[in-house]
């Protein structure tokens, strides 16, 4: 029901977008989040967005560097745009619906999770 896409391989200081689009159901009414999972290391969090757009939370280790979004009049309808990338952003990215209109950084919040799309950052 939800499906991220846009990764690939991008050298260090590059930057990707990463949309995430919706079937089966709309999500218009869920936070939204963007989790990653690196190779030995758990997962994530790396931003949440209400349900209309009007909160963001973005963890520390993005602030500044990536930015959640969303339209929801479109299937694809969550972004998260990553500029500034660095190694250390190397992972599986997820989106995330959350049982609620707004949603935090706990995982737990989150009742649907789509396939994850490889984000690799070369030095």
């Known amino acids: 029901q939800l499906q991220a896409s846009g990764g690939g391989l991008v050298q260090s200081g590059g930057f990707l977008r990463l949309p995430c689009a919706a079937s089966g159901r709309p999500f218009s009414n869920n936070g939204m989040g963007w989790f990653r999972q690196a190779p030995g290391k758990e997962r994530e969090f790396v931003a949440s967005i209400s349900w209309n757009g009007g909160s963001t939370h973005h963890s520390d280790s993005v602030k500044g560097r990536f930015t959640i979004s969303r339209d929801n009049a479109k299937n694809t309808f969550l972004y998260l745009q990553m500029n500034s990338l660095k190694p250390e952003d190397t992972a599986v990215h997820y989106c995330?619906?959350?049982?609620?209109?707004?949603?935090?950084?706990?995982?737990?919040?989150?009742?649907?999770w789509g396939q994850g799309t490889q984000v690799t950052v070369s030095s």
């Open positions: 995330a619906a959350a049982r609620r209109a707004v949603a935090g950084s706990n995982g737990y919040e989150y009742a649907y």
